[in-house]
Antibody, heavy 116, light 106 residues
Framework: EMRLLQSGGHLGQPGGSLRLSCAASGFTFSDTAMGWVRQAPGKGLEWVSG????????YYADSVKGRFSVSRDNTKNILYLHLNNLRADDTATYYCVKGYGLFDSWGQGTLVTVSS | VLTQSPATLSVSLGERVSLSCRASQNLVTNLAWYQQKPGQAPRLLIS???TRATGVPARFSGSGSGTHFTLTISSVQSEDVAVYYCQQYINWPPWTFGQGTRVEVK
């Protein structure tokens, strides 16, 4: 069974940094593109970032480009999202997703709150 | 841009409902539908505009191509209360979602 297990909730300050993690199991992680989708409170879904299976290709939404960085450790089957220069409008539940474009498995979500 | 309608559907149990998703450009059949139940992560329902994902009940069906797509629930059950999102995956990045349609039971 495919599973994506995300780290717990985070509280960050404006201008600060956080790191989210997502542990994958039940499929060949090193052969699979991965990504992140977020959902602000009471709002819809927004794709944030994607990374190729090798990690050699990374992609970002304009809203986070230059501030967020996606990476992966294929030896540990873990996906990361590094959030820098946090803003209040980054407050959202962040979902780890399996796949490029078609997201056939989702993590349980991690709530990130940005507040001073 | 993906535009979903209506924003909210209030339906009776057993009723047949159709949700619409219109695209601003030709997606061919590169469209997916996701279901998000209250307090849960989204899950993939339909890919390729009409192919049900593993484990999705047969009462869910998808249709359409090009710029107009429809998700139909043939007989709404109480467990179908959710927000439904369409998503395009022909033009990337970014991959984009519609704003969602909320299905409620009267």
């Amino acid at each position: 069974e495919m599973r994506l297990l995300q780290s717990g909730g985070h509280l960050g300050q404006p201008g600060g940094s956080l790191r989210l993690s997502c542990a994958a199991s039940g499929f060949t992680f090193s052969d699979t593109a991965m990504g992140w989708v977020r959902q602000a409170p009471g709002k819809g879904l927004e794709w944030v970032s994607g990374i190729s299976s090798s990690g050699g290709g990374t992609y970002y939404a304009d809203s986070v480009k230059g501030r967020f960085s996606v990476s992966r450790d294929n030896t540990k089957n873990i996906l990361y999202l590094h959030l820098n220069n946090l803003r209040a409008d980054d407050t959202a539940t962040y979902y780890c997703v399996k796949g490029y474009g078609l997201f056939d498995s989702w993590g349980q979500g991690t709530l990130v709150t940005v507040s001073s | 841009v993906l535009t979903q309608s209506p924003a909210t559907l209030s339906v009776s149990l057993g009723e047949r409902v159709s949700l619409s998703c219109r695209a601003s450009q030709n997606l061919v059949t590169n469209l997916a539908w996701y279901q998000q139940k209250p307090g849960q992560a989204p899950r993939l329902l339909i890919s390729g505009a009409s192919t049900r994902a593993t484990g999705v009940p047969a009462r869910f069906s998808g249709s359409g191509s090009g710029t107009h797509f429809t998700l139909t629930i043939s007989s709404v059950q109480s467990e179908d209360v959710a927000v439904y999102y369409c998503q395009q995956y022909i033009n990337w990045p970014p991959w984009t979602f519609g704003q969602g349609t909320r299905v409620e039971v009267k």
